[in-house]
């Protein structure tokens, strides 16, 4: 199964999601990748972001925010938004059928603010985990 994560800025919440996903989906063993994009992507991951989830022990090492294509969209099984009452003219939920999770932004907040939105991915996520298939042994 492929996620594609979505909010606006590809800063904060999309892109703590997408590590969750991919790292946890591998030390669980299951069949799921994450990707995360934003429809109007800021120029750096949240540094509020990184060090949330490095308290945590999920590096955030090589992520950057990159711009929402119709590939990305293609190849996803689910579309995830991060929570669309953020800036509704730029709401990714407006391009694509998707779940929105909701999720107030981190931009321009403390760690103290960030840890909570941090904790809501993280069980989110193992939410999802866990309706999703395992993988299956190689041939």
């Known amino acids: 199964?492929?996620?594609l994560y979505v909010c606006v800025h590809?800063?904060?919440?999309s892109q703590m999601a997408e590590a969750l996903t991919n790292a946890l989906a591998f030390r669980q063993g299951i069949d799921v990748t994450a990707e995360s994009?934003?429809?109007v992507?800021?120029?750096q991951v949240n540094p509020m972001a990184v060090a949330a989830m490095e308290e945590i022990g999920f590096s955030m090492d090589g992520h950057h925010p990159k711009p929402l294509t119709q590939a990305m969209v293609d190849r996803a099984d689910l579309v995830v938004t991060m929570g669309c009452g953020?800036?509704?003219e730029a709401c990714p939920a407006r391009i694509v059928i998707s779940e929105d999770w909701g999720l107030p932004d981190p931009a321009g907040q403390?760690?103290?603010a960030v840890r909570p939105i941090r904790d809501a991915i993280s069980r989110r996520v193992?939410?999802?985990l866990e309706r999703a298939p395992?993988?299956?042994a190689s041939p």
């Open 1 to 3: 199964m492929r996620v």
């Open 10 to 13: 590809n800063a904060g919440r």
């Open 37 to 39: 994009a934003g429809t």
């Open 41 to 43: 992507p800021g120029t």
């Open 86 to 88: 953020v800036d509704a």
């Open 110 to 112: 403390g760690l103290d």
């Open 126 to 128: 193992q939410q999802l």
């Open 134 to 136: 395992a993988k299956s």
